[in-house]
Nanobody, 128 residues
Framework: QVQLVESGGGLVQTGGSLTLSCAAS????????MGWFRQAPGKEREFVAA??????????DYADSVKGRFTISRDNAKNTVYLQMNSLKPEDTAVYYC???????????????????WGQGTQVTVSS
């Protein structure tokens, strides 16, 4: 069992930056593949980025819509995964969720159904 707590959301202007953090409980964080998803009003939850667990080399993947603007990283010593978001656009406005899956090797456009644990979400609003 792992608990996830996101932070770092807020209101930012177009072109601005935010860094989201997701702190995980427990002592086996390095064994979890971590993902970021987002859900805008009236839309389905969508994949944003994922980074694999330690045994899979820490590979990562991004949604095409954020590639080159967002960076996912993790600090296993701090049990934390980050999402650095640059050049934000109004269409990035959504609730962002952190998710975890033990020993998941897939990171390429990994679906939400593959993740076992979820945070409560943090709101990101990008004003035009």
């Amino acid at each position: 069992q792992v608990q996830l707590v996101e932070s770092g959301g807020g209101l930012v202007q177009t072109g601005g930056s935010l860094t989201l953090s997701c702190a995980a409980s427990g002592r086996t964080f390095s064994r979890y593949t971590m993902g970021w998803f987002r859900q805008a009003p009236g839309k389905e939850r969508e994949f944003v980025a994922a980074i694999s667990w330690h045994g899979n080399g820490g590979s990562n993947d991004y949604a095409d819509s954020v590639k080159g603007r967002f960076t996912i990283s993790r600090d296993n010593a701090k049990n934390t995964v980050y999402l650095q978001m640059n050049s934000l656009k109004p269409e990035d406005t959504a609730v962002y969720y952190c998710a975890a899956a033990p020993y998941l090797n897939r990171v390429l456009k990994v679906p939400a159904s593959q993740f076992d644990y979820w945070g409560q979400g943090t709101q990101v609003t990008v004003s035009s």
